[in-house]
């Protein structure tokens, strides 16, 4: 039965902020600033949708009969997503079953992002990692000896699920670098033993855990790459590239 109006459960405060949080402050169907600046005071431009309808009418009872629920409670933060109000207004009137399915998608994917994000405090990395990140971020462009690696692990190693651009990027990240990173942990490793093994060990652990959750090869590459860049003080998206396709390499991602 339907729930009428009066009972609805208006978002908490700290909910709307979970979800605005989600959608990183954009309306994740057409980009648009879910937050506006007016005479130094912010304005909150977004609706709190649900996604399955918190008072579905008959034909919409009807219409998503055999459609996938995000929750069994129609407020709770499973069914419920931060949108435009125009964005909202289009998703309502009328309810679609292709638009359902596809604001499932949009919210399925958000989750998978954000709970990849919340695993970042838990899965440290040792911060001597840093010192080759740092002389990686500095590197002038003038290319190093190619090396010609008979096999690239990243051959043996990939299925169907590696994006064919990534799987190049990652040779090429193997053929400039790998030698030199592997060097350069050799160099830790003389200052402070074992501390290659621990970051390689640390690497594995996250990756296992990325596979354990579902992600295939394209998305646990990113997922590393987010991971690292946002683990190491430089921040860099190419160097955090560069360090997975070395640990693709050496055996700690996909094996
Ligand atoms: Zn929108």
């Given at each position: 039965?339907?729930?009428?109006?009066?009972?609805?459960?208006?978002?908490?405060?700290?909910?709307?902020?979970?979800?605005?949080?989600?959608?990183?402050?954009?309306?994740?169907?057409?980009?648009?600033?879910?937050?506006?600046k007016?005479?130094?005071?912010?304005?909150?431009?977004?609706?709190?949708?649900?996604?399955?309808?918190?008072?579905?009418?008959?034909?919409?009872?009807?219409?998503?009969?055999?459609?996938?629920?995000?929750?069994?409670?129609?407020?709770?933060?499973?069914?419920?997503i931060?949108?435009c109000?125009?964005?909202?207004?289009?998703?309502?009137?009328?309810?679609?079953?292709?638009?359902y399915r596809?604001?499932?998608?949009?919210?399925?994917?958000?989750?998978?992002?954000?709970?990849?994000?919340?695993?970042?405090?838990?899965?440290?990395?040792?911060e001597?990692?840093?010192?080759?990140?740092?002389?990686?971020a500095s590197?002038?462009?003038?290319?190093?000896?190619?090396?010609s690696?008979?096999?690239?692990?990243?051959?043996?190693?990939?299925?169907?699920?590696?994006?064919?651009?990534?799987?190049?990027?990652?040779?090429?990240n193997?053929?400039?670098?790998?030698?030199?990173?592997?060097?350069k942990?050799?160099?830790?490793?003389?200052?402070?033993?074992?501390?290659?093994?621990?970051?390689y060990?640390?690497?594995?652990?996250?990756?296992?855990?990325?596979?354990?959750?579902?992600?295939d090869?394209?998305?646990?590459?990113?997922?590393?790459?987010?991971?690292?860049?946002?683990?190491?003080?430089?921040?860099?998206?190419?160097?955090?590239?560069?360090m997975?396709?070395?640990?693709?390499?050496?055996?700690?991602?996909?094996?």
């Amino acid at each position: 039965m339907a729930k009428s109006d009066s009972k609805r459960k208006k978002p908490s405060e700290n909910m709307g902020l979970v979800l605005f949080d989600e959608v990183s402050g954009v309306c994740p169907k057409c980009t648009k600033p879910l937050m506006k600046k007016n005479n130094n005071q912010f304005i909150k431009i977004f609706e709190i949708a649900h996604i399955y309808p918190n008072s579905p009418l008959p034909h919409e009872v009807e219409l998503l009969k055999d459609e996938e629920r995000l929750s069994e409670d129609i407020d709770h933060e499973n069914n419920l997503i931060a949108l435009c109000r125009d964005c909202h207004k289009i998703f309502d009137n009328p309810r679609t079953a292709e638009g359902y399915r596809e604001m499932v998608a949009v919210k399925k994917e958000l989750q998978r992002l954000s709970n990849l994000k919340k695993g970042w405090f838990d899965n440290v990395v040792d911060e001597e990692i840093n010192k080759i990140v740092a002389s990686l971020a500095s590197f002038p462009g003038d290319a190093f000896e190619e090396l010609s690696l008979e096999a690239l692990m990243v051959d043996a190693k990939s299925d169907e699920t590696l994006n064919g651009l990534v799987k190049l990027k990652i040779k090429n990240n193997i053929k400039y670098f790998y030698s030199d990173i592997k060097y350069k942990f050799s160099e830790l490793d003389r200052a402070k033993p074992y501390t290659s093994d621990t970051i390689y060990s640390q690497v594995k652990t996250y990756y296992l855990k990325l596979k354990r959750q579902g992600l295939d090869q394209t998305q646990i590459f990113s997922a590393l790459t987010d991971w690292l860049k946002n683990s190491t003080d430089s921040k860099n998206t190419e160097v955090s590239e560069i360090m997975v396709s070395f640990f693709v390499q050496n055996c700690e991602v996909y094996s």
